[in-house]
């Protein structure tokens, strides 16, 4: 059982674990003390919906007692859930666009972009690079509707904490 080391003064020195009750411990007025903890373990919550705060410690003559407060989760709590959830979306769609275009090759595709229009303010393309104009527009394309698909996943997310934790960011990408 978990007992506190309490001082004349009633403040909480510290805590020990006896197996039994500690016997033979001068408990005179000037000397600190051990007493038992009473409700030492936190109360279960639904860790998705209710936070739990505590302990408050309050030392009476005979134990320390310990008292929890569990409320339900506030609305900054549930927006920072949903904002977690929004970030899980946006990882998702990084990865796909990833997955598709590396960083490296966005990149690429970008420098060529810019060197294609220069060229069309001096001529006409060639059928190449009227091709190779027309492949950048598709990749955008397909970029663009990641971001749009997680722009609608992301709209989708519900408002409640339970519901929130429940929505599957892998659902609807097809």
Not at 60 to 71: C, D, L, Q, Y
């Amino acid at each position: 059982m978990l007992y506190a080391l309490v001082s004349p003064a009633a403040e909480i020195l510290g805590y020990r674990v006896f197996s039994e009750v500690p016997e033979g411990i001068d408990v005179a007025a000037h000397k600190p003390r051990y007493l038992p903890v009473e409700n030492e373990d936190a109360p279960s919550v639904d860790a998705v919906t209710q936070v739990c705060e505590g302990p408050v410690e309050v030392v009476t003559p005979t134990a320390v007692v310990r008292t929890w407060t569990v409320r339900a989760k506030s609305p900054q709590e549930v927006a920072g859930m949903r904002e977690a959830k929004v970030a899980q979306v946006k990882a998702q769609a990084a990865g796909r666009i990833l997955a598709l275009y590396p960083e490296w090759k966005q990149r690429n595709l970008t420098a060529r972009a810019v060197v294609l229009l220069r060229i069309a303010q001096d001529r006409a393309w060639t059928p190449q690079e009227a091709q190779e104009s027309a492949d950048l527009e598709a990749a955008w394309a397909a970029v663009d509707a990641i971001r749009t698909r997680s722009n609608e996943i992301e709209a989708q997310i519900p408002a409640g904490a339970a519901a929130i934790a429940a929505f599957d960011v892998l659902q609807g990408w097809d």
